[in-house]
């Protein structure tokens, strides 16, 4: 019972002083494979309706990085062929600014949409990303989980191996903060939560 209880108060302090860290300020290391391991059982361990399970998570290592952040120098400059090289550059190293990358995608499970509205599989994914935070802080690391257009793009989630029905829900960055990130205000408790009265 003790035992529980301490674990209990370790994960609401967890849960307490979570904080993302800028994925230009993750440095290594990043988790080792065994920690990684442990952070991807973490992210399935979430609720889905009905076991739809449309999500999928890609772990991207530095090389496969260094691909994605090609691909979309490319895509940028040829949409916007009168940006500055300054940019670009900034587009080819958006998604190698961590030791690991992972993407969550979702492609919602179609026999299932009768019941399972493609909004509920799609929260269940956000649960999935906000899982992965939780357990990377829980080992000690840092996270982002971030978006920006290459989230929206068709052609980065085909290059990346998907369909056209799927969405990319998160890219999240891990890594060591390079400095403890400040806290950020909060909103205020009583405006968000209040009792339902009849
Ligand atoms: C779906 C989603 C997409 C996000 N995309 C971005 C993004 O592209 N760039 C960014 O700076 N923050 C993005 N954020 C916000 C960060 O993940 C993070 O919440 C923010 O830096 C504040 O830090 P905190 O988590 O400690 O409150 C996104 C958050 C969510 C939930």
């Given at each position: ?77 040829s ?80 290059f ?19 400095e ?19």
């Open positions: 019972m003790l035992e529980l209880c301490s674990m209990a108060n370790s994960t609401i302090d967890l849960l307490l002083k979570r904080r993302s860290v800028l994925a230009k300020n993750l440095i290594e290391p990043g988790p080792s494979p065994e920690e990684l391991q442990s952070i991807l059982s973490a992210a399935l361990r979430i609720p889905d309706h009905g076991r739809a399970e449309p999500w999928k998570i890609q772990i991207l290592d530095k090389e496969a990085q260094s691909s994605l952040g090609d691909f979309c120098a490319e895509l940028f400059n949409e916007n062929p009168d940006s500055k090289e300054t940019h670009i550059e900034l587009e080819r190293n958006r998604p190698q600014r961590s030791p690991i990358l992972l993407i969550i995608t979702m492609c919602p499970n179609e026999k299932k949409l009768a019941k399972i509205p493609e909004v509920e599989q799609l929260l269940s994914t956000g649960a999935m990303c906000q899982n992965i935070l939780v357990a990377t802080q829980a080992l000690g690391y840092n996270a982002q989980w971030v978006t920006d257009w290459p989230a929206y793009h068709v052609d980065v989630i085909k990346l191996g998907h369909n056209d029905k799927t969405q990319i829900a998160g890219f999240i960055h891990i890594g060591t903060a390079a403890e990130p400040n806290e950020r205000p909060r909103p205020d408790i009583k405006e968000i939560v209040s009792k339902f009265r009849v």
